[in-house]
């Protein structure tokens, strides 16, 4: 079963909008990541926060994590035609017993920027 | 390019067979995972090695089978297969044994699986 939604499944933007997209999540983790994926391609590593992080930034990327919510937000701003992928939450989750060393992607969201 | 090589690139076979898909991890990561995505199940994870060891299992069938050889290389087995195995298989490396790291994950092109 999926850890993580992301909202919306799908997006459609015109070029100079922002996107966002949120992530929601089942149980305690240590950190959470996003992924961005092109068409049928490897996932590439965008940005990480950790569980004690409320915001981070990475050029164009700004990530919040509310972890009373369960909930992350990946924002790009400025988008561009070539930040048409799909982008994934990835969460690590806990257990009682500690770290499970599982790391579970979300569902996606998948980002259309229209030139 | 992540330094991770996975082969084959495609395979198409028969239901009922046996194939293996190798993953070389970048040099110098010691953990390998291994994720099946498919379009009605998404990313689903299935397993991790870290330095030849069995560290985590996912949603893994028991028709697959799974090891990391002293070199660090990975390989993943799918026996008996079935159509809805069809599926792109990825394969991540990452140096940290543990997701507690919050170490990145470095993904390779994946091995897109045809069962016909």
């Known amino acids: 079963s999926q850890q993580g939604e992301e909202d919306p499944q799908a997006l459609s933007i015109q070029e100079g909008e922002n996107a966002t997209m949120n992530c929601s999540y089942k149980?305690?983790?240590?950190?959470l990541q996003w992924y961005r994926q092109n068409s049928g391609r490897g996932l590439v590593h965008l940005i990480l926060?950790?569980?004690?992080?409320r915001e981070k930034h990475s050029g164009r990327l700004r990530v919040t994590l509310d972890t009373s919510k369960k909930s992350s937000s990946l924002l790009i701003t400025a988008s561009r035609a070539a930040d048409t992928a799909s982008y994934f939450c990835?969460?690590?989750?806990?257990?009682?017993?500690?770290?499970?060393?599982?790391?579970?992607f979300g569902t996606g969201t998948l980002l259309a920027v229209q030139p | 390019d992540s330094g991770v090589t996975q082969t084959p690139k495609h395979l198409i076979t028969a239901t009922g067979q046996r194939v293996t898909l190798r993953c070389s991890p970048r040099?110098?990561?010691?953990?390998v995972y291994w994720y099946q995505q498919s379009l009605d199940q998404g990313l689903q994870f299935l397993i991790q090695?870290?330095?030849?060891?069995?560290?985590a299992k996912g949603n893994i069938l028991e028709r697959f089978s799974a090891q990391q050889f002293p070199d660090l290389h990975s390989e993943l087995n799918l026996s008996s297969l079935e159509l809805g195995d069809s599926a792109l298989y990825f394969c991540?490396?990452?140096?940290?044994?543990?997701?507690?790291?919050?170490?990145?994950?470095?993904f390779g092109e994946g091995s897109r699986l045809t069962v016909l």
């Open positions: 990835a969460t690590d989750v806990l257990s009682y017993g500690g770290a499970t060393n599982k790391l579970i």
């Open positions: 926060i950790r569980s004690n992080e």
């Open positions: 991540a490396s990452t140096r940290q044994g543990g997701t507690i790291l919050g170490g990145e994950l470095f």
């Open positions: 090695y870290y330095n030849g060891e069995e560290r």
């Open positions: 040099s110098g990561d010691l953990s």
């Open positions: 149980t305690s983790i240590n950190n």
